[in-house]
């Protein structure tokens, strides 16, 4: 019913940057939270970032001062900057929406199939 389809990911050296989007289409009537999570291989998935429709942010306290979370909802799209990228970042980044459907107004928590961010020199 929904699709959230993310871009941006790949392989960077220490201290770069990344831009993540994520696009969601579909029974979409509105979109209230959005947000980033990541799993780093043996881990648990873990909130990166999150951000309501009126665009109050909330981040994981590894990631305050080096990623924006941010959102256009009139494109149903949420992005990602990541600045001075660390080996721990490293992980696959999903993105998550709190979709209200059109044609029954539930909500519906919908996530994206996920992109690979490396940090490696």
């Not at 871009?7 to 960077?12: E, K, T, Y």
């Not at 970032?49 to 080096?66: H, Q």
């Not at 980044?93 to 020199?121: E, H, K, P």
Request: with cysteine.
């Amino acid at each position: 019913q929904v699709q959230l389809v993310e871009s941006g990911g790949g392989l960077v050296q220490p201290g770069g940057s990344l831009r993540l989007s994520c696009a969601a289409s579909g029974n979409i009537f509105t979109i209230n939270d959005m947000a980033w999570y990541r799993q780093a291989p043996g881990k648990q998935r873990e909130v990166v970032a999150s951000i309501t429709r009126g665009r109050n942010r909330n981040y994981a306290e590894s990631v305050k001062g080096r990623f924006t979370i941010s959102r256009d909802n009139a494109k149903n799209t949420v992005y990602l900057q990541m600045n001075n990228l660390k080996p721990e970042d490293t992980a696959v980044y999903y993105c998550n929406a709190m979709v209200v459907l059109s044609t029954t107004r539930t909500i519906l928590s919908s996530w994206g199939q996920g992109t690979q961010v490396a940090v490696s020199s």
